[in-house]
């Protein structure tokens, strides 16, 4: 299977600017999305196809990167944003998700 | 606007079965994918299964190859997931989702426990 790495968390004050890593054991082409999970409820879909920004979505979130090395950008960061945030690949079988990015903010 | 809403977690004895649903609406059900895929306690997110819109293809996960069985019913614009010989290491949250090569949008997730 092709596994996803995350750093396990990261702390920022609101107003700054933090990238969030994802780097696949395997390439992976543009097919890296990432959703964002707040504490009790469902995931979210923030981006698409790498780059691509999710309806509804603010365009304080960004995403970039291809192959084996992604990453979400949040600029600014609001306080809303306290989350875990999960990358998952749809290029290689099974779909796998990386071990999320605790988002905590000082 | 699109609703995803799971039911029928709940506790379940070791090897015994249960079954998840996971009802649509707001959407046109019979021309998406849907997906299950579960997260343990405090743990990651797992795919688990796929079906594709006409319910003719189905995917799963090594680990419940099987065991569990994903099905739809288009009239009812609603998800199935049998789940049979459970074991402990299947409790988790399991949520339904649409989408294709991603997941769109998720339901609230109901919770399997697996226990004796």
């Known amino acids: 299977d092709t596994v996803l790495t995350q750093s396990p968390a990261l702390a920022v004050s609101p107003g700054e600017r933090v990238s969030i890593s994802c780097r696949a054991s395997e390439g992976v082409n543009s097919y890296m999305h990432w959703y964002q999970q707040k504490p009790g409820q469902q995931p979210k879909l923030l981006i698409y196809k790498a780059s691509n920004l999710a309806s509804g979505v603010p365009a304080r979130f960004s995403g970039s990167g291809s192959g084996t090395d992604f990453t979400l950008t949040i600029d600014p960061v609001e306080a809303d944003d306290t989350a875990t945030y999960f990358c998952q690949q749809s290029w290689n079988d099974p779909r796998t998700f990386g071990g999320g990015t605790k988002l905590e903010l000082k | 606007e699109v609703q995803l809403v799971e039911s029928g977690g709940g506790l379940v004895q070791p090897g015994r079965s249960l079954k998840l649903s996971c009802a649509a609406s707001g959407f046109t059900f019979s021309n998406y994918g849907m997906h299950w895929i579960r997260q343990a306690p405090t743990k990651g997110l797992e795919w688990v299964a796929s079906i594709s819109p006409s319910g003719g293809s189905t995917y799963y996960r090594d680990s419940v190859k099987g065991r569990f069985t994903i099905s739809r019913d288009n009239a009812k614009s609603t998800l199935y997931l049998q789940m049979d010989s459970l074991r402990s290491e299947d409790t988790a949250t399991y949520y339904c989702?649409?989408?294709?090569?991603?997941?769109?949008?998720w339901g609230p997730g109901t919770m399997v426990t697996v226990s004796s």
């Open positions: 989702a649409t989408g294709d090569w991603y997941f769109d949008f």
